[in-house]
């Protein structure tokens, strides 16, 4: 049943980011640091009792799975220095496993997030910032391509209007995918409640060899994270998970689809570079970013829950 799923499957690992950086007198990026407090993923740790093994009277496997969740951790966009540093814990409050695009989404999220605010500080437009303090001409193909499937329109300060527009980039593992998000929402000031509108994404996966699949395999990255994003939580008290149905965790319902356009980069004479995961990367901070154009205000936390939105706002 649902509620045993949700009480007792493991969950995606809790992420913490911590980011500083500053500018030097062009603009540009003088330094970067990111840390990371994150949940150790290394073989022969206890963990939490597995029931099938249990049941079954065999040896319980070890150790904590929970991918490359430190990855895509610097920024995407040049720096003379640059340092990462990640936090391991040992322990978790739940039993963490992969999700989708492990780490990597929440990531890209404080990355890109920093972005923005970055292009704020050097009083550029974000998507323009973005193309100067790229260097990969691949990574600069995808953002162009993003921005034009929403008809960007520069601005360099937030529109501080109902209706924001945001962008987010991503190499996707520093070496595969590379993935541009344009993003329209609304954001309802009075309510909190966010409504996404319309969805750009300008993907480049290298040779591409069934379009109509990976098209789909797109829409479905953007959609599952964009639930992710607005609605999915885990709650848990010191004995147990209590968000065990579909009113405790909600998802993203049919209404709640946005207009969702992809433009993909046919690459046929590349190696194909894979895109089961890249698409989910960039979408939290996309939507970040359009909620501060259209309030001036910063979300730091996902979900995007209605009270998250009207905390910011008051």
Excluded at 7 to 19: F, N, S
Excluded at 152 to 172: D, F, M, Q, S, T
Excluded at 234 to 246: E, I, N
Aim: net charge neutral; charged share 20%.
């Amino acid at each position: 049943m649902r509620a045993d799923e949700h009480g007792w499957d493991p969950k995606g690992p809790p992420q913490l980011i911590a980011i500083e950086s500053a500018l030097d007198s062009n603009g540009k990026i003088a330094a970067w640091r990111t840390q990371m407090w994150l949940p150790k993923a290394t073989a022969n740790l206890p963990n939490v009792p597995l029931l099938a093994p249990e049941a079954a009277g065999i040896d319980q496997p070890l150790g904590i799975s929970t991918g490359l969740i430190s990855q895509n951790g610097a920024s995407s966009y040049a720096s003379p220095n640059t340092e990462v540093q990640v936090h391991w814990h040992k322990t978790s409050p739940l039993r963490p496993s992969n999700i989708r695009a492990p780490g990597k989404i929440a990531n890209c999220f404080a990355v890109e997030s920093m972005a923005d605010d970055l292009a704020v500080a050097a009083k550029r437009d974000p998507f323009e910032w973005r193309l100067a303090n790229l260097t990969d001409p691949r990574g600069i193909e995808v953002l162009k391509r993003a921005a034009a499937l929403l008809d960007w329109k520069p601005r360099n300060a937030p529109a501080l209007e109902r209706v924001g527009h945001g962008i987010a980039y991503i190499h996707y593992k520093d070496n595969e995918t590379y993935v541009a998000t344009a993003l329209e929402a609304d954001v309802d000031r009075t309510t909190g409640a966010i409504r996404v509108r319309r969805v750009g994404c300008a993907h480049d996966c290298g040779q591409v060899i069934n379009p109509d699949a990976l098209s789909q395999q797109i829409e479905g990255c953007i959609l599952q994270t964009l639930s992710r994003t607005l609605f999915e939580e885990v709650a848990f008290d010191r004995a147990r998970v209590t968000s065990v149905d579909w009113v405790s965790y909600p998802i993203l319902g049919f209404p709640d689809v946005p207009d969702i356009k992809v433009d993909l980069v046919m690459r046929q004479t590349e190696p194909p570079l894979g895109a089961g995961e890249a698409a989910a990367t960039t979408v939290p901070a996309a939507l970040a970013n359009a909620i501060f154009d259209a309030t001036g205000k910063r979300l730091r936390t996902v979900p995007f829950t209605r009270d998250r939105v009207k905390a910011a706002l008051a």
